[in-house]
């Protein structure tokens, strides 16, 4: 990379550094890993930025970065070590441990954390394809317009996939919202 597109490489960073860290906490939900994600991330805008074709807004092509990033890092962590995580929230029951670790997402405010941690463990549950429309749509803000271009899917498609993710969502929900009413 030319030192003249190094400057272009920082504006690039500030511009895109907090999408691409709410992005990435929507899927791998520890800050820590958010960073070493959003690390990646840079490290492969740097490097690949001679190959970006400008096909696509460079904040497009961001967001398909970090989605294809935390993709990586889910698949790569230690399933064992995530199923104690999801484990350790729950008690023998199946319900929610009060002192379960406190999770936050900056797209979500709620005010109660338990009620955030159940949400985060559902929208764990979508299918990759409805997980990625949900986190654009509902925690990023973006159009369906934008969601269509970042996973190169008509928007016919996005906006099924996020009916199906509510659906789904409604589903998994309702039954830790009718544990609650009894």
Do not use: C
Not at 6 to 33: C, H, M, R, S, W
Not at 79 to 85: D, G, H, N, P
Not at 119 to 146: C, D
């Amino acid at each position: 990379m030319h030192s003249s597109t190094l400057p272009a490489f920082n504006v690039i960073y500030e511009t895109y550094k907090t999408k691409v860290f709410n992005t990435a906490i929507g899927y791998v939900q520890n800050p820590e890993d958010a960073e070493e994600v959003t690390q990646d991330v840079f490290v492969e805008v740097y490097r690949s930025s001679g190959r970006f074709e400008g096909k696509s807004s460079p904040g497009t092509w961001i967001y398909r970065i970090t989605i294809n990033k935390s993709l990586d890092f889910i698949k790569s962590r230690n399933r064992k070590k995530r199923f104690a995580f999801i484990s350790s929230l729950f008690n023998d029951a199946g319900e929610l441990k009060h002192d379960s670790p406190d999770f936050y997402h900056p797209g979500v405010i709620l005010e109660n954390k338990e009620k955030s941690a159940v949400l985060f463990k559902a929208i764990n549950t979508l299918p990759e394809n409805q997980k990625t429309a949900f986190i654009l749509s509902k925690l990023e803000g973006l159009s369906y317009a934008e969601i269509s271009e970042v996973m190169e899917a008509s928007i016919s498609s996005v906006e099924s996939l996020l009916f199906r993710a509510k659906q789904n969502l409604q589903k998994e929900l309702s039954t830790f919202f009718e544990k609650e009413r009894r």
